[in-house]
């Protein structure tokens, strides 16, 4: 038997209603639909200060945000100077939550209540903690911006007595060039691509979207115009660990969910061997994790995809070091 037109239209009118109402849970935007992340309680690059404990860097694996943090935690071997604490997501409650209970805390929203955040601020990662800031006193969120995390984490001092030599992400010469290329990525690549997927209409979708792959192509054309290894030159920068996370999931999440699917990746061929040769640095492996990217992002994301069936994936390596022919 047919479904009436009627019954789909009043179907379709009620189900985008309550569209707008999931996705304003899930994420703000603007009175033109363009969506709007929330500023952070935590943010801004604070002095480097001797601590009597290691702090913690806590992250999630699934998200591009922990991710440059850890980048720059594992390319400039941090471990004995900041602990890593990974956390799970709850999708159930919206959260994310410690393997083992963390302070007294079984998640992360309890731990930023714990270490007097306000009741607006949202518990995101990555967070770096001062678990001991003094006798007596309780922990302290030292940031939890990424932007400026990564920075903070860039100088950390590696343990007393260490005789490694970490690289430098933000050398002088290169300052300049890579503050203006993170600036750039920041609002079109980075939050690009969930402007894309969580604009709340076909003009905010288009305003993103155009956004994103112009400047894809600026970045296409930098890096083959003198055939430079790294966004800044020869050497690689924050710009380059600031972007890497996005790029990263392309084919795993954003080209198929957010709709970033103008153009696949491998028709930027300078851009797919800049993100091959990140990729197989010492350490970068190991901190991704595409299975839980696809089922944190398709599991839990419900009003982008209500079914919650988490599709297959392109094995990561497979793909990141595929010629482009190979993949069209």
């Known amino acids: 038997m047919p479904v009436p037109p009627q019954l789909v239209a009043s179907v379709r009118c009620f189900w985008q209603w309550q569209w707008q109402r999931l996705m304003d849970g899930l994420a703000r935007a603007d009175a033109e639909g363009n ?110 911006e990424s932007a400026d995390l990564v920075q903070l984490l860039n100088r950390w001092p590696l343990p007393a007595g260490s005789t490694a030599s970490p690289p430098d992400f933000a050398p002088p010469a290169l300052a300049a060039a890579s503050d203006a290329w993170s600036a750039r990525l920041q609002d079109t690549v980075n939050d690009g691509v969930y402007r894309c997927g969580f604009a709340r209409n076909q003009a905010a979708y288009h305003r993103a979207e155009t956004a994103l792959f112009e400047v894809l192509q600026e970045l296409e054309t930098a890096l083959s115009s003198d055939s430079r290894p790294w966004l800044c030159g020869a050497q690689i920068t924050l710009a380059d660990l600031r972007l890497f996370p996005t790029l990263i999931r392309w084919e795993q999440v954003y080209a198929p969910l957010f709709g970033c699917s103008r153009k696949p990746l491998w028709m930027f061929p300078a851009l797919w061997a800049w993100r091959a040769r990140l990729y197989a640095l010492p350490g970068v492996a190991a901190t991704c994790f595409p299975e839980a990217w696809r089922r944190d992002y398709f ?30």
């Open 35 to 144: 969506f709007s992340r929330r500023p952070s309680q935590f943010s801004g690059t604070p002095k480097l200060e001797p601590r009597p404990q290691r702090p913690l860097l806590i992250v999630g694996r699934s998200c591009p945000w922990a991710h440059r943090a850890w980048l720059v935690w594992s390319l400039r071997q941090l471990a004995g100077s900041i602990e890593l604490v990974v956390v799970e997501p709850d999708p159930e409650a919206g959260r994310w939550i410690f393997a083992e209970p963390l302070l007294g805390c079984k998640a992360l929203i309890d731990l930023y209540a714990l270490c007097g955040a306000s009741a607006q601020q949202r518990a995101t990662v990555p967070v770096l903690l001062d678990v001991a800031p003094g006798p007596g006193s309780a922990p302290r969120i030292i940031c939890n």
């Open 299 to 328: 599991g839990a994301l419900f009003p982008l995809h209500p079914s919650t069936i988490v599709p297959a994936g392109p094995d990561l390596a497979s793909l990141v070091f595929a010629a482009p022919t190979q993949t069209g």
